[in-house]
């Protein structure tokens, strides 16, 4: 049984986060914060937990947050790198769900996220949280940067291609769309009911943040010098993320559907549809499952890959707790087994 603290519990996210913590056999939930609702049960603003979590919420102290074996940020990009090294000063260990250590370049981080990063000298040390590429790494380390929801769904579906070498990277399209949870749980016009029903917008087309995040992925897979567009599109749902990706096959008598099969042989979490299958958001709703499908376009010249997550489980919460079961050697799956919601 670990103690276990979460930073930032009134988002989406950290409310996903503490869906799945609160019944996990190794967990015992011992602090979440917000500075907004402190004092508050949690189970008052959210009663979904009603039965399930007795906390309150409490201000972002290190002196209380010290005394976790384990602390989750399910707060906003910049709140993690200011409470990390005083964390791990005092043997916490850290999974940002947010995206403070996602870039091991810190100009790049800069750039993109446009303030200073206060602790630069931890970007090296992280671990990118994809457990299906860093699964070792994942085990040992002290803070796992958390992957952002469209990064999974895109690298999840790339990566067997480009670790075989079979793909021109210089040429690959990512065309995503997600739901409207997926932009947070603070009000925004853009997000109201009657601006994002009936209607799918891209957004970022000349340059999203993810869009480095994914690159540094492609990168550590094997890709030399990859050249991705990469559209996001904001869809009336409310949950989950279908990636349609494109790439032109350098060879065309590779058999994709085997190396997709053989890529992912073993792994808990990665679905590899038969072939001609088309995954489909709902399919994973509510689980932390990344379904995926390869086709060949009709001049068999180029792949089209399907990949399809939940953006709060598998892109978010649910790998959080993927990693920290992989930190503290439990069962890969433990807490994570959820079907499908459907409808």
Partial sequence: MISVGV????????????????????????????????????????????????????????????????????????????????????????????????????????????????????????????PEMNRDSISGARIVANPGCYPTAVLLGFLPLIKHGVVDTHHLVADTKSGVSGAGREPSTRNLFCETADNVTAYNVSGHRHSAEIIQGLVAAGACEPDLVFV??????????????????????EDLQGLYEQCYAGEPFVDVMPSGAHPETRCVRGSNVCRLAVHRSNSGRKAVVLSAIDNLVKGAAGQAVQNMNIMYGFDETVGLEHTALLP
């Fill in 7 to 130: 930073v930032g519990g009134t988002g989406y996210t950290g409310v996903e986060v503490l869906r799945l913590l609160a019944t996990h056999p190794h967990v015992k939930l011992t602090s979440v914060t917000s500075r907004v609702e402190r004092g508050k049960p949690v189970a008052e603003i959210f009663p979904s937990l009603r039965g399930r979590l007795s906390l309150a919420f409490t201000d972002p102290e290190i002196d209380r947050l010290s005394s976790c074996e384990l602390v989750f940020f399910a707060a906003p990009n910049g709140t993690a790198m200011t409470m990390a090294p005083s964390l791990l000063d005092c043997g916490v260990r850290i999974i940002d769900l947010a995206a403070d250590f996602r870039l091991r370049d810190r100009s790049q981080w800069e750039h993109w996220y446009g303030t200073p990063h206060a602790c630069p000298e931890l970007l090296q040390e992280a671990v990118y949280g994809l």
């Fill in 232 to 253: 996001p599109h904001l869809t009336p749902m409310i949950r989950g993320i279908l990636a349609t990706l494109y790439c032109e096959l350098t060879d065309l008598k």
